[in-house]
């Protein structure tokens, strides 16, 4: 029962991590499974379960608010059952990716839920806004994460249940061998779906050239990930620094004058203004205004100050209690500082049309940036460890969250409340936009070796090769995949990339479809004995 417990509150601390503070994105399964196997007694399984997930999970974002499979109650549901399961570290992994994928995928049905209940909850928050009401708007913001937490925290405490029970292991100890083996290749194979979902994201006709100074660094010069990695942060600045020509961001004419900011908000105010938005920014997020109540919930302190008469400070909240959604990592603090300045210059309105001219494209360059290409790289490298049992892989992937999240945020706030709107709006426009770019080149390049070195799988067929020795024929048996290293190192992981990014980019399939097709095809291959994570040893 208390790892259960425990199991059900790790799931509910994910769920506000990946809404609120980001403090070590918790919400990625490769957190989330690693700490599920320190609360259940197996870390390496929990290590190796998340961040086959994880890898899965490459190039899937909940964008707009669209439902995906639920990777972190997966990975923590996965690691309870497979902590109960009979067999060694690899029959157990195995049975865990066979029920962490599908309960990823079952529970996504959960999500609209969750995102229904708080959506009517706004409207309740509306009604507090007309009333003036503050602890009423902060309670109904608050609360909003209830629903979000326990679609996901009680299917979580259901499955730790049963995973104490001895009937986990009665079961699996009657799965068959082969199928063990099969789910064994698929879990290797999964890390091509994230690839490709990803690769189709980005911009391949005009990168894809880059791709080949990843893998030439990896297949046949034998760098490390690390060193790719350092190798793609040159090819980027050099990339970055001969081209300079991405179009700018247009701000309209109503808000393009200079805001001059007096001393009205104290610096505690501003601090208010900046946790709440830290600490909570989507938690309320719904379908019908998407991040507007988090946005209100933070601006409260500060039109508290500025609008003594209620009529203004009510006007104020429900001013930006309308439509807002943009990156909530970078954009978010940006367009809220410059927010702050406006409402403080006495120019409401410019406020109001800051956030209409800038949520939308500081949307485009904040999502590529951080989740498509920052948070890719990062995780991949702290997955690719973590699959040869090292706890530097979460380590390393929580602190590239934590620290440059926090700096970001913090520096964006207060640049725009102390610069403007105007000077915002062209430094993402200018800046933002070339580390776009810069981003996206170091993705090609890292990804280029990453392919190779995480998506695992070799062909144990041979084929017999009658030659002549002192003139009498001798029948050999010759491993295929000696042949095809001798061709190219790593083409049947280049091949089975390129072949599921044809499934999304032409075929366009649903990445569920796709991932269903992977499993299917690798508990086949690899029940049948065909292919394999890695070549037998030769004894």
């Given at each position: 029962?208390?790892?259960?417990?425990?199991?059900?509150?790790?799931?509910?601390?994910?769920?506000?991590?990946?809404?609120?503070?980001?403090?070590i994105?918790?919400?990625?399964?490769?957190?989330?499974?690693?700490?599920?196997?320190?609360?259940?007694?197996?870390?390496?399984?929990?290590?190796?379960?998340?961040?086959?997930?994880?890898?899965?999970?490459?190039?899937?974002?909940?964008?707009?608010?669209?439902?995906?499979?639920?990777?972190?109650?997966?990975?923590?549901?996965?690691?309870?059952?497979?902590?109960?399961?009979?067999?060694?570290?690899?029959?157990?992994?195995?049975?865990?990716?066979?029920?962490?994928?599908?309960?990823?995928?079952?529970?996504?049905?959960?999500?609209?839920?969750?995102?229904?209940?708080?959506?009517?909850?706004?409207?309740?928050?509306?009604?507090?806004?007309?009333?003036?009401?503050?602890?009423?708007?902060?309670?109904?913001?608050?609360?909003?994460?209830?629903?979000?937490?326990?679609?996901?925290?009680?299917?979580?405490?259901?499955?730790?249940?049963?995973?104490?029970?001895?009937?986990?292991?009665?079961i699996?100890?009657?799965i068959?061998?082969?199928?063990?083996?099969?789910?064994?290749?698929?879990?290797?194979?999964?890390?091509?779906?994230?690839?490709?979902?990803?690769?189709?994201?980005?911009?391949?006709?005009?990168?894809?050239?880059?791709?080949?100074?990843?893998?030439?660094?990896?297949?046949?010069?034998?760098v490390?990930?690390?060193?790719?990695?350092?190798?793609?942060?040159?090819?980027?600045?050099?990339?970055?620094?001969?081209?300079?020509?991405?179009?700018?961001?247009?701000?309209?004419?109503?808000?393009?004058?200079?805001?001059?900011?007096?001393?009205?908000?104290?610096?505690q105010?501003?601090?208010?203004?900046?946790?709440?938005?830290?600490?909570?920014?989507?938690?309320?997020?719904?379908?019908?205004?998407?991040?507007?109540?988090?946005?209100?919930?933070?601006?409260?302190?500060?039109?508290?100050?500025?609008?003594?008469?209620?009529?203004?400070?009510?006007?104020?909240?429900?001013?930006?209690?309308?439509?807002?959604?943009?990156?909530?990592?970078?954009?978010?603090?940006?367009?809220?500082?410059?927010?702050?300045a406006?409402?403080?210059?006495?120019?409401?309105?410019?406020?109001a049309?800051?956030?209409?001219?800038?949520?939308?494209?500081?949307?485009?360059?904040?999502?590529?940036?951080?989740?498509?290409?920052?948070?890719?790289?990062?995780f991949?490298?702290?997955?690719?460890?973590?699959?040869?049992?090292?706890?530097?892989?979460?380590?390393?992937?929580?602190?590239?969250v934590?620290?440059?999240?926090?700096?970001?945020?913090?520096?964006?706030?207060?640049f725009?409340?102390?610069?403007?709107?105007?000077?915002?709006?062209?430094?993402?426009?200018?800046?933002?936009?070339?580390?776009?770019?810069?981003?996206?080149?170091?993705?090609?390049?890292?990804?280029?070796?990453?392919?190779?070195?995480?998506?695992?799988?070799?062909?144990?067929?041979?084929?017999?090769?009658?030659?002549?020795?002192?003139?009498?024929?001798?029948?050999?048996?010759?491993?295929?995949?000696?042949?095809?290293?001798?061709?190219?190192?790593?083409?049947?992981?280049?091949?089975?990339?390129?072949?599921?990014?044809?499934?999304t980019?032409?075929?366009?399939?649903?990445?569920v479809?796709?991932?269903?097709?992977?499993?299917?095809?690798?508990?086949?291959?690899?029940?049948?004995?065909?292919?394999?994570?890695?070549?037998?040893?030769?004894?």
């Amino acid at each position: 029962m208390l790892v259960a417990l425990a199991l059900t509150l790790w799931a509910i601390y994910c769920t506000y991590d990946g809404l609120g503070p980001f403090l070590i994105y918790a919400q990625r399964p490769l957190i989330a499974g690693s700490v599920a196997g320190l609360i259940v007694g197996h870390p390496l399984l929990g290590l190796l379960i998340g961040a086959t997930l994880e890898l899965a999970a490459l190039g899937v974002y909940t964008y707009g608010g669209a439902t995906i499979p639920d990777y972190q109650t997966g990975a923590i549901v996965g690691t309870a059952l497979a902590a109960g399961a009979a067999g060694d570290t690899s029959a157990q992994v195995a049975i865990g990716l066979g029920v962490g994928l599908p309960a990823a995928i079952l529970l996504s049905a959960l999500d609209p839920v969750g995102k229904i209940i708080t959506t009517a909850l706004v409207h309740r928050a509306d009604g507090y806004a007309a009333d003036g009401n503050a602890r009423g708007l902060a309670v109904i913001h608050w609360v909003s994460l209830v629903p979000w937490a326990a679609v996901r925290a009680i299917p979580t405490f259901l499955a730790a249940l049963a995973a104490s029970g001895g009937l986990v292991k009665d079961i699996t100890a009657s799965i068959p061998a082969g199928f063990v083996q099969g789910m064994t290749l698929a879990g290797s194979l999964l890390p091509a779906v994230g690839f490709a979902l990803l690769l189709g994201m980005m911009e391949l006709s005009r990168y894809w050239y880059l791709l080949l100074i990843g893998f030439v660094a990896f297949a046949y010069l034998h760098v490390p990930l690390l060193g790719i990695a350092l190798i793609g942060v040159a090819v980027a600045m050099l990339f970055v620094t001969l081209k300079r020509d991405e179009p700018a961001i247009e701000v309209p004419e109503s808000a393009a004058e200079e805001s001059t900011v007096d001393a009205r908000l104290t610096k505690q105010d501003l601090r208010r203004v900046f946790r709440r938005y830290f600490w909570s920014s989507q938690i309320s997020w719904n379908y019908e205004r998407m991040q507007a109540l988090g946005f209100a919930y933070s601006m409260e302190p500060a039109l508290r100050r500025l609008y003594p008469e209620k009529a203004d400070y009510v006007a104020g909240l429900q001013r930006h209690l309308q439509f807002f959604n943009t990156s909530v990592l970078v954009g978010g603090p940006l367009i809220l500082g410059s927010s702050v300045a406006l409402e403080e210059a006495g120019t409401p309105k410019s406020a109001a049309s800051t956030k209409v001219a800038l949520m939308g494209p500081m949307a485009g360059i904040g999502d590529t940036v951080v989740f498509a290409l920052y948070n890719s790289i990062v995780f991949t490298m702290g997955a690719s460890w973590a699959l040869q049992g090292n706890w530097l892989g979460p380590a390393f992937a929580a602190v590239m969250v934590l620290v440059p999240y926090a700096l970001i945020r913090r520096w964006q706030f207060g640049f725009a409340y102390r610069e403007g709107k105007r000077l915002a709006g062209r430094l993402a426009a200018g800046a933002l936009a070339r580390v776009a770019q810069g981003a996206t080149v170091l993705g090609f390049v890292v990804l280029g070796g990453f392919i190779p070195s995480i998506v695992k799988v070799v062909t144990t067929l041979t084929y017999r090769q009658t030659t002549t020795v002192q003139g009498q024929p001798v029948t050999q048996a010759v491993a295929i995949q000696d042949r095809l290293d001798e061709l190219v190192p790593f083409l049947l992981p280049v091949l089975v990339t390129a072949g599921v990014y044809l499934l999304t980019a032409k075929a366009r399939l649903r990445p569920v479809w796709i991932i269903a097709i992977v499993v299917v095809a690798g508990v086949i291959l690899g029940w049948l004995g065909w292919f394999a994570p890695s070549a037998p040893a030769k004894g």
